[in-house]
């Protein structure tokens, strides 16, 4: 039933749509705090599905392909975003058993024991041994009393704090972070994000590595010259590491207008990467911007919703007649 109706749906040529998933994590079992994170029985099933239903492309063939007209049907391609270890751990070998190509979008700044900020907020609130953790003042900021009493409420002080601190100046931001983490008391992990050998382990198992800047920042926030600076020494870095050049650019966070502009589109351009994704949902025809495409991942986890909600996003992407 999803299968006829993906190829109506995404024709081979001309009228192709390039469908290009999104993932983060892939956790080896689930999380009680996230129960809606994937995990590795889940990111299973859905490479199943998507074997089954698509032709999986790596993602430079996939934009290339998809600029000549030359797609082929129910045309789709899997892309993870920062760099996490679990990406090379858990996801990697069930890519291989599927024999499905994804690329990899790394944020260099966090290799070799690094952490993001928003870990750092997650893990604190996570591991504190504290019922309640008092956030006010923290570097001038009054971020609230949060009660700990349950995954529930650990899991909403999650949800205010990066809230309330996402859109700050890096700098800025990381002192607030690092005040949460002193008065959480706890000790924080400093292996969630991949070695510089795992980044070099995917591309030896014949997967794409692409560009995410050094420290993730939202580009849209930054002058040029440092968003450029970003975004180049990211890109080095990862051509030192791997030897070849990277093509492949994922913007951090990804909303259009948002999170990155026309600027952060030209440099990335100027650059020398070859296309570039963001986060707004869609699928992409032939005449979209290789520098924007789109990507979508299904929520759902049975098979007939998530291959339905994949249905609808390529129907609604679809232009008017």
Partial sequence: MIKPLLTLLSPAGRRARLSVLIFHRVLPRPDPLFPGEIDAAGFDAICRWV??????LALDDAARRLREGSLPERALAVTFDDGYADNHDVALPILQRHGLPATFFIATGFLDGGRMWNDTV??????TPLPRVDLRGACGMDLGVHALESLEARRAAIDRVIGGIKYMKPDERQAVV????DRA????????MMTSDQVRGLHRAGMQIGGHTVSHPILARLERRAARDEI?????TLESLIAEPVRLFAYPNGKPAEDYTGEAVSLAKELGFDAAVST???????TADPFQLPRFTPWDRTKLRFGARLAANLRNSAPAR
């Fill in 178 to 181: 690092d005040t949460i983490a």
């Fill in 280 to 286: 707004a949902w869609g699928a992409a025809s032939a």
């Fill in 185 to 192: 008391e706890t000790s924080l992990p400093d292996d969630l």
């Fill in 122 to 127: 997650i893990e604190s609130i996570r591991r």
């Fill in 232 to 236: 180049e020494e990211g890109k080095t």
């Fill in 51 to 56: 074997k089954g239903w698509f032709n999986v």
